[in-house]
């Protein structure tokens, strides 16, 4: 054989060589950009108050629904589903549904998947983070918009409670904070999260929760209790861990969470009042000076 066949063999191979990787990395990548999750899924969360104090409370412990608007409604549960669906182009739809009371309001809007997140307008939505940045110690950026930021720090993998009969669901607990950029004081809490390891998909919060879908249907956040999984997609895979004894430490957290965002959220609300009558106020003095004095 001569010299230049070989060398054409050789080039040959390590061509096929270069296109292997290439296909293989290809492949890799866009797995981890699909975050592993089935191309249609739903999860859906129960939020209510939780407070150890409610035993000796006569009033039914209520959650609080903060709207955009600025008005507000204090129902005992609020139910709400997050869900995706992957077209046959490849596009994604996210849905999320919000039902409390006689209120009731849905909204789909269009998707997109890349490094483990799904955004929604630029946006990522709280509801799926990238499980590969669930390490412990490890600090993540949850949330961002313009004048809002939520990240956590990662501490621990444990079993949370449900709404699934006796069962408990294993996952990664973040501590969150809020960081604002203006003076709204709406987003007060330190949200508790808890997201399943494999697919990176919320299983559990406590404390607040807000998120980009939520805002599109006018809503700011959802304050107070925990939001407990009450059902998901099978297809999730998520492990679910037969109660034999009670987590009482676990349980805990989240009540000591909610004890101390009350205290927080009960000041900003009596705040919030002491502003709207001192603009009373400074509105009825206004008037005063612009009515005419009278002559006794």
Sequence with gaps: MSTNSKKNNLAVLFFSLLCTLALFFSTSVTGVDRNSLPST????????????????????PEIWVEFLNGTNCTPETALFTFSMKESLEGNYVAQVTL????????????????????????????????????IENNTIQICQTENLSLSGT?????????????????????????????????????????????????????????????NKLGVAFIFGGVFDLVDYSENLNFTLVRITTPHWKLALIPIFVVLFASVVFSAYKSSKKKKQDKRKTYSNKSKNKLLPHTKR
């Excluded at 809020?178 to 997201?195: A, C, E, M, N, R």
Aim: charged share 15%; net charge negative; hydrophobic share 35%.
């Design 99 to 134: 039902t409390f009371d006689d209120y009731y309001n849905e909204i789909s809007l269009p998707a997109t998947i890349s490094n483990g997140r799904v955004f929604i307008d630029s946006t990522p939505t709280t509801f799926i983070v990238d499980p590969s940045s669930l």
């Design 41 to 60: 899924f739903h999860v859906t969360f129960q939020g209510y108050m939780q407070s150890p104090l409610s035993a000796s409370n006569t009033e039914t």
């Design 154 to 214: 990662v501490i621990h993998e444990v079993q949370q409670p449900t709404l699934i009969e006796n069962y408990q669901v294993v996952s990664k607990t973040v501590l969150c904070s809020y960081q604002q950029t203006d003076d709204s004081g709406l987003f007060i809490g330190h949200p508790v999260l808890w997201f399943d390891p494999e697919t990176g998909v919320l299983v559990r919060a406590a404390s607040q929760f807000s998120d980009v879908l939520l």
